[in-house]
C-alpha cells in the first residue's frame, strides 16, 4: 500500500481564504525543506525508505514520508473527479509536464490556474504527490460544480427571454462556472446598452441546488418625468415633445432625439435632464427635464434704397412660441419700389431687369402646433405684387391662402396635406425698364437666327411665347405629400436622411388646370465633429396647361448659384437638379481660445458646393430669351445664424457651363434657410 502527503486548496467562497490556503501548502513545503538534506536520489533522509521492487518478492511502497524538490521528475499528472470537463480541457491550463523536474512553485500555479477555469468547487480542489519508482506521480483532484438545468429571467421587458437566452446557451449541460456566467451577464447589459437602455443591469444571480439559475433585471424603468426652468413654456409642450412616458424603460438615444428636435424648435436656450433613483421605488428612476428659456417675440422694422429699384420699408412681428404653447404668430410687410432689399442688384443682372415701380408684400400666418390627434395647422394669408421671379420684365400680383395639415405616422414618416386658392396676375413693364424696350425686338431677332420662324412669322411667334409669359389665372389647388425624415435636427442637421414625395393638381377656376408631381431625396453624413457632407437630388414634372410662373426654375437664391438670377437659365414643365455641399466650422474660430472667437463660431460656416440641374419643356421660351436649359456651377459660401432673423446664406458661384448670352463670370448670390 502507497502512503503520502496530500497538497490541497480548501476555502469557503472568500478569495482571503484561497490565498490563505495557498499560504499554509507553501508552510508546508518550507518544513519539510528543513527537516534534513537530501540523498542523491532527492528523497528525505529522515522519513524516506527505499522501495523494495516487485522482483524481490515484496510489495512496492513508501512509508509514510515527504516528497521535497531534487532531482525528482514528474512521472505522471493524472486527474480524477472529472466528469463533463474533459481531461484535455484540464491539462490544457496544466504546465507541469511528464518529464519536468518537481517544482513546488509551479504546481500551486496549477492550481490556480484549474480554479480559474470556474468549473470546479475550490474548496475541494487538491494536489497529491506521490513517490513511484520512476519518480513523482501528480493526482490532482477536483469535483465539479453541480450542471446548470436551465435558466430564467425575471424583469425583461424591451429584450425578449428568447434573446437574452443565446447569451447563456453555450453553459446549459455543463458545470456551473462563475466566469463564463459573469462574462453572459456582460454581453446581456451590453445588449441592452446598444440599444440605448443605459440603465438596465443585472440585478441579482440565483442558483438552486437542482442546477436552475436565475436572474433578475433592472431595465431602468421611468416612474415621472419632472420638468423645471419653463416660465413661459407650458409644461405640456415639453412633455409631448418627449415620447418616453413614465412607467416605460429609459432610452437614452430615443430621449436624446427628442430633446434635439424640441430645441431645433428654438424656444430655448439650453436643455438639460438628469436622473435620479425615485424616491418612491428605489428601482426606478425620475428623469428631471431643465430648460433655459429665450425669447421668442421679436419686432422688426427697416428701410433702405436699393440702389437700382428704390428704396423700401419693412415692418415684421412675431413670435414662435405664441402664448407659451408653441404656436407660431408672424405678420412680415414690406412696400417700397426696391425688391428684397438690396438683394436684388447683388443676385440678378441689373437694371434691363427690375423696374422701379411700387411694391409691397405681406404675409400672415398662424400654426398651431396640435389640433388633436398629434396634427399640426398651419394657416396663412398673403398678398403680394412684385417684379417676377420667373418671369423676366414683369410684376407678378398673387393674392391667397392657404392650411396645411401635418401628421406624423411613426417611423420617421410624416403626411401632410394642404389647401391653397390664389389669384395672379401678370403685367409687362419692359417699357419701364432701361433698354426693356429691346425685349420683344430682341425675341424676334432670336426667332430668326434659331430659324423658328421668318419675315413676319418672326414677330407673331415672339408676341405669341410673350403673351403666354403674362398668361395668369385663379387656382385652387390640393397639395399631398409624404416624408420620411431621419435628421438630428430641424437645422443644420449633420446626420440622417430627408426623402420627400408630393403632388399638386391644381384646379383653374379662369382657365385650364394643371397638376405638378416633386420628389426629394437629401442625405446627411458626417464626416467629423466640425465636418458635414450633405447631398440633394431632385426632380419635378408639371402635367397639363401650366402657367409660365407655375413652371420650373434653374435660376434664384434656392436655383443654381453663379448665374444672374433672370438671365442665365431658363424654366420648364420638368427638372432635374443636384447640389452637394460640404460643410464646415471655420478651424481658425474652432480651435481658438478667444471669447469672442467662440462666440462667432457658434453662428457661422463655410462651405463648398457643386450644383448641376436641366430644365425642358420649355424650349422654346428659353432659346427666344437666350437662356440656358442647362446649367453646373461651383464655388464656396458661409452661412451666418442671426439671432432674430435665422439662417442667411452667402454663396461665391462660377459657371461651369456658358449660358447662351456668354456669361461665364462669378457672382454672389443671397439667400435664406439652407437650400435642402
Wanted: hydrophobic letters at 35%; aromatic letters at 6%.
Amino acid at each position: 500500500m502507497q502512503t503520502s502527503i496530500s497538497y490541497s486548496i480548501k476555502r469557503d467562497c472568500s478569495p482571503v481564504r484561497f490565498y490563505l490556503g495557498l499560504l499554509l501548502i507553501l508552510s508546508l513545503f518550507n518544513q519539510s525543506a528543513a527537516w534534513g538534506a537530501t540523498d542523491d536520489d532527492g528523497l528525505k533522509a529522515e522519513t524516506a525508505q527505499s522501495a523494495v521492487s516487485a522482483a524481490s518478492g515484496g510489495d512496492t511502497q513508501v512509508k509514510t514520508g515527504t516528497v521535497a524538490e531534487g532531482n525528482l521528475t514528474v512521472d505522471e499528472v493524472k486527474i480524477e473527479g472529472n466528469r463533463l470537463v474533459s481531461t484535455e480541457d484540464i491539462m490544457g491550463v496544466v504546465k507541469t509536464k511528464r518529464g519536468d523536474k518537481f517544482d513546488r512553485d509551479q504546481v500551486l500555479q496549477d492550481l490556480k490556474a484549474i480554479n480559474s477555469m470556474g468549473y470546479f468547487d475550490d474548496r475541494n480542489l487538491q494536489v497529491v504527490p506521490e513517490l513511484t519508482t520512476g519518480g513523482v506521480l501528480l493526482k490532482i483532484r477536483v469535483q465539479e460544480n453541480a450542471p446548470i438545468t436551465e435558466f430564467s429571467f425575471q424583469g425583461n421587458q424591451v429584450l425578449s427571454t428568447d434573446e437574452i437566452s443565446k447569451a447563456f446557451a453555450g453553459q446549459l449541460g455543463k458545470p456551473q462556472n462563475l466566469n463564463d456566467l459573469s462574462s453572459a451577464v456582460d454581453k446581456v447589459e451590453q445588449a441592452y446598452h446598444e440599444r440605448g437602455f443605459v440603465l438596465a443591469r443585472v440585478t441579482d444571480v440565483k442558483d438552486d441546488p437542482d442546477g436552475s439559475v436565475g436572474l433578475n433585471i433592472n431595465e431602468g424603468v421611468v416612474d415621472k418625468i419632472e420638468v423645471s426652468g419653463n416660465k413661459k413654456t407650458k409644461d405640456f409642450l415639453i412633455r409631448n415633445a418627449i415620447k418616453m412616458k413614465p412607467g416605460m424603460v429609459y432610452n437614452e438615444r430615443d430621449l436624446t432625439a427628442d430633446l434635439r428636435k424640441l430645441y431645433s424648435n428654438g424656444y430655448f436656450q439650453d436643455i438639460r435632464r438628469s436622473l435620479a433613483p425615485s424616491p418612491d421605488n428605489p428601482d426606478r428612476y425620475v428623469l428631471k427635464v431643465e430648460v433655459e428659456e429665450k425669447r421668442t417675440g421679436s419686432v422688426g422694422l427697416g428701410g433702405g434704397v436699393d440702389t437700382i429699384a428704390g428704396p423700401f420699408g419693412s415692418f415684421s412681428i412675431g413670435d414662435s412660441n405664441f402664448r407659451g404653447r408653441g404656436e407660431v404668430l408672424n405678420l412680415t410687410t414690406q412696400m417700397g419700389t426696391g425688391m428684397l432689399g438690396s438683394l436684388s442688384a447683388v443676385n440678378n443682372g441689373g437694371s434691363g431687369v427690375i423696374a422701379n415701380v411700387p411694391t409691397y408684400q405681406a404675409e400672415a400666418t398662424f400654426v398651431e402646433p396640435n389640433i388633436g390627434h398629434n396634427t399640426t395647422m398651419a394657416v396663412s394669408g398673403f398678398g403680394r405684387n412684385l417684379n417676377s421671379f420667373m418671369v423676366n420684365q414683369a410684376m407678378q400680383r398673387t393674392l391667397g391662402a392657404s392650411v396645411n395639415f401635418s401628421k406624423p405616422l411613426g417611423h420617421h414618416v410624416n403626411l401632410n396635406l394642404g389647401f391653397t386658392g390664389e389669384n395672379v396676375g401678370m403685367r409687362d413693364i419692359s417699357n419701364l425698364i432701361t433698354n426693356g424696350n429691346n425685349l420683344l425686338g430682341g425675341m424676334i431677332e432670336r426667332s430668326i437666327q434659331t430659324g423658328a420662324a421668318t419675315g413676319p412669322n418672326a414677330y407673331f411667334l415672339a408676341k405669341s411665347v410673350r403673351e403666354n409669359q403674362l398668361r395668369g389665372g385663379a387656382f385652387a389647388s390640393v397639395s399631398p405629400s409624404i416624408s420620411y425624415d431621419t435628421r438630428d435636427a430641424k437645422l443644420d442637421p449633420t446626420t440622417g436622411t430627408l426623402l420627400r414625395l408630393s403632388t399638386s393638381p391644381s384646379l383653374g377656376l379662369t382657365g385650364a388646370g394643371f397638376t405638378k408631381i416633386g420628389a426629394s431625396a437629401s442625405k446627411f453624413v458626417k464626416i467629423n465633429e466640425s465636418m458635414t457632407l450633405a447631398t440633394n437630388v431632385q426632380g419635378g414634372m408639371a402635367l397639363g396647361n401650366v402657367p409660365q410662373f407655375g413652371q420650373y426654375w434653374l435660376g434664384g437664391m434656392n436655383g443654381m448659384r453663379g448665374y444672374p438670377q433672370f438671365t442665365g437659365l431658363g424654366t420648364g414643365t420638368r427638372m432635374l437638379m443636384a447640389t452637394a455641399e460640404l460643410r464646415t466650422r471655420l478651424p481658425f474660430l474652432h480651435n481658438s481660445d478667444n471669447k469672442i472667437a467662440k462666440a462667432v463660431d457658434k453662428h457661422l460656416k463655410g462651405v463648398i458646393f457643386f450644383d448641376a440641374g436641366q430644365v425642358a419643356g420649355n424650349n422654346l421660351t428659353n432659346s427666344l430669351l437666350s437662356r440656358n436649359s442647362l446649367g453646373a456651377s461651383t464655388g464656396i459660401g458661409v452661412r451666418i445664424n442671426v439671432p432674430m432673423i435665422g439662417l442667411i446664406r452667402i454663396d461665391y458661384g462660377l459657371p461651369l457651363v456658358s449660358s447662351l448670352m456668354g456669361h461665364m463670370m462669378p457672382r454672389v448670390t443671397i439667400g435664406f434657410g439652407d437650400r435642402f
